[in-house]
T-cell receptor, first 117, second 115 residues
Framework: AQSVTQLGSHVSVSEGALVLLRCNYS??????LFWYVQYPNQGLQLLLK??????LVKGINGFEAEFKKSETSFHLTKPSAHMSDAAEYFC???????????????FGQGTILTVHP | EAGVVQSPRYKIIEKKQPVAFWCNPI?????LYWYRQNLGQGPELLIR????????DSQLPKDRFSAERLKGVDSTLKIQPAELGDSAVYLC?????????????FGEGSWLTVV
């Protein structure tokens, strides 16, 4: 069964500082990995996803993530935080293993990012 | 292009009352999902439809929850009777088709408070 662990339920950074949100997954088959962002009182918006190919994935708003199979990780980074990045971020995994769970997204618990002026 | 539309956005009901949520997916999307997001947690899948067929409802509490997607387009999720523990955000989502790498697009959610 697939699962996702996000290390740190809250991360606080200063504006202009590096953002690093950690995500580790477990999967019995090659995973597809996603990062979603959720602003207050809104739904989830896709930031980026890894399916196949290049392991460094670039997304919207300057975010990127690197798939590291040996570490079963998919950490999200942004070189310079902006106040507008304050939100909750969710890592998710999907498997191409067939069956009724095919394509099912399993989410982590979320990480709330706070950006200080 | 319109995104996934959900209504109502907010609902407060007393326990034991019924409640229904409606969802209209992105035009052309065959796959529709209902997720539940409890406070401080990630969303969890309740049910997934391929057109009008429910292909994964293993996490749907069938004693009080029901869902339908009669014409393979919009969908309704119902809770009857509601319990205090049902307070959560109910997220509808859609994708072009089922596929592990396909992007799933989410609506803004229906926020339920049971008092």
């Amino acid at each position: 069964a697939q699962s996702v662990t996000q290390l740190g339920s809250h991360v606080s950074v200063s504006e202009g500082a590096l953002v690093l949100l950690r995500c580790n997954y477990s999967s019995s088959v090659p995973p597809y990995l996603f990062w979603y962002v959720q602003y207050p009182n809104q739904g989830l918006q896709l930031l980026l996803k890894y399916t196949t190919g290049a392991t460094l994935v670039k997304g919207i708003n300057g975010f990127e993530a690197e798939f590291k199979k040996s570490e079963t990780s998919f950490h999200l980074t942004k070189p310079s935080a902006h106040m507008s990045d304050a939100a909750e971020y969710f890592c998710a995994v999907s498997e191409d293993g067939g069956g009724t769970s095919y394509g099912k997204l399993t989410f982590g618990q979320g990480t709330i990012l706070t950006v200080h002026p | 292009e319109a995104g996934v539309v959900q209504s109502p956005r907010y609902k407060i009901i007393e326990k034991k009352q019924p409640v229904a949520f409606w969802c209209n997916p992105i035009s052309g999307h065959n796959t529709l999902y209902w997720y539940r997001q409890n406070l401080g947690q990630g969303p969890e899948l309740l049910i997934r439809y391929e057109n009008e067929e429910a292909v994964d409802d293993s996490q749907l509490p069938k004693d009080r929850f029901s869902a339908e997607r009669l014409k393979g387009v919009d969908s309704t999720l119902k809770i009857q009777p509601a319990e205090l523990g049902d307070s959560a955000v109910y997220l509808c989502a859609s994708s072009l088709s089922v596929g592990a790498g396909n992007t799933i697009y989410f609506g803004e959610g229906s926020w339920l408070t049971v008092v």
